[in-house]
């Protein structure tokens, strides 16, 4: 068994962890975690959105320990689940996500108020789905920070009828530093091999969560996190911080 691979791929994913760090040292991240910390200080829920293998991202910001508890995780699911898609459509050729015309019935599902923030990942940014929730919750007065690749999504063309992408319907925008096709190794085979988007998008979701519970403690404010529900009063810690929020924020599977 070859292993040369390792330290080629522990390079790619590392020197990228490694200038998203220096990123957000020199205040690259800034925006969006006021963005959010204003939104959280006001008593706004963060609506974190993304599709395929992007929901990773809303999953480490959305539910986790650790994490803000206002915070709701929104999938494309969630249009069967709470709306009146049909099961067969999330398995469509094309896929939904690509679909233009599900964002409206989608958004329709989000418990989204005034004071709200959304932030979307999508590695393309180009997708008819999550141009349009976008577009959506610009329109619904909500800020927008989106995380994608800046690199792939320059080179490929929006599916979105606004001929918009994704970078450029957001607030603020962070490159999650994935390349073109997002797959980094080209020497084990004819095709490449190797993503990095879920792992720069989950270190990218942490540093923005991190961030914002160190602003809102610098403003004197207490950020309200979970506690892991499998340490002794977790479930009592993260019951009663939840129930200031209702069902604005869901904890679906």
Known sequence: MPHGFVPEYEHEVVSRLRRLSAMAADGGLDAAIR????????GGVVHAFGTGHSEAFAMEVAGRAGGLIPTNRVALRDAVLLGDHALDELYGRPPLERDPAIAEDLFATIPSREGDVFVIASNSGVNGSVVGVALL???????VVAVTS???TARVQPKHPSGKRLSEVADVV???LAPYGDATLTSVGDVAVGAVSSL?????????TVGTA???AERGQEAPLYVSANVPGGDDHNHALEARYGERIRRGA
């Open 200 to 208: 720069t998008c989950a270190y990218i979701a942490q540093l923005l």
């Open 137 to 143: 919750a610009k329109e619904h007065g909500h800020p």
């Open 150 to 152: 800046l690199e792939h």
């Open 174 to 176: 962070v490159d999650n």
């Open 35 to 42: 963005l959010v910390a204003d939104g959280v200080a006001a």
């Open 214 to 216: 160190a602003l809102l």
